[in-house]
T-cell receptor
Framework: DQQVKQNSPSLSVQEGRISILNCDYT??????FLWYKKYPAEGPTFLIS?????DKNEDGRFTVFLNKSAKHLSLHIVPSQPGDSAVYFC????????????FGKGTKLSVKP | SQTIHQWPATLVQPVGSPLSLECTVE??????LYWYRQAAGRGLQLLFY??????ISSEVPQNLSASRPQDRQFILSSKKLLLSDSGFYLC???????????FGNGTRLTVT
């Protein structure tokens, strides 16, 4: 039973345009959400996070939106650059847990020049 | 600054052989430590986590075990590897709940 779902395995975007990566979750106890970026043969790199008391968090070109009623979050990258091409993982942790993260299966983003 | 070291980067082992993967963290004290596995075409699966020396929690039943002999050292082991143990193993540290995990560069394990 997947608690964190990334339904799009891949996404292709033109350089300079917006990339929107989506993530859905089923566990209403999740209260902390993160996005990671991963290149092949490397560990995931933390990008941005959001707690459940917010609905938006912005860091440079990256913005995460959280819709608690829909149990949905998204990552917007504007403008997209070829170096953004990687696999993006959505993750969540549950209130009261030790902080261990539950990950989605990832979305491979390709930004074309 | 904090750094995490994980080795080896790649490993090829025969079925039935033992396994020991080591992870160490520098620049922080009493971190939460994690072992995750990424199997081909799948997401990151939590295997073990530890909130302190000698404290290990397992998330899934499996052929693997973990130990934390020192505050900043986390070891993943197996007595006899199975083909299904092949995958990309990632160690991570965290300063506490509601904070990001920071991952090492991973170990690519191939069991033949």
């Amino acid at each position: 039973d997947q608690q964190v779902k990334q339904n799009s395995p891949s996404l292709s975007v033109q350089e300079g345009r917006i990339s929107i990566l989506n993530c859905d979750y089923t566990n209403s106890m999740f209260d902390y959400f993160l996005w990671y970026k991963k290149y092949p043969a490397e560990g995931p790199t933390f990008l941005i996070s959001i707690s459940s008391i917010k609905d938006k968090n912005e860091d440079g070109r990256f913005t995460v939106f959280l819709n608690k009623s829909a149990k949905h979050l998204s990552l917007h990258i504007v403008p997209s650059q070829p170096g953004d091409s990687a696999v993006y993982f959505c993750a969540a942790s549950e209130e009261g847990s030790q902080g261990n993260l539950i990950f989605g299966k990832g979305t491979k983003l390709s930004v074309k020049p | 600054s904090q750094t995490i070291h994980q080795w080896p980067a790649t490993l090829v082992q025969p079925v039935g052989s033992p396994l020991s993967l080591e992870c160490t963290v520098e620049g922080t004290s009493n971190p939460n430590l994690y072992w995750y596995r990424q199997a081909a075409g799948r997401g990151l699966q939590l295997l073990f986590y530890s909130v302190g020396i000698g404290q290990i929690s397992s998330e899934v039943p499996q052929n693997l075990s973990a130990s934390r002999p020192q505050d900043r050292q986390f070891i993943l082991s197996s007595k006899k590897l199975l083909l299904s143990d092949s995958g990309f193993y990632l160690c991570a540290w965290q300063s506490g709940p509601n904070s990001p995990l920071h991952f090492g560069n991973g170990t690519r394990l191939t069991v033949t």
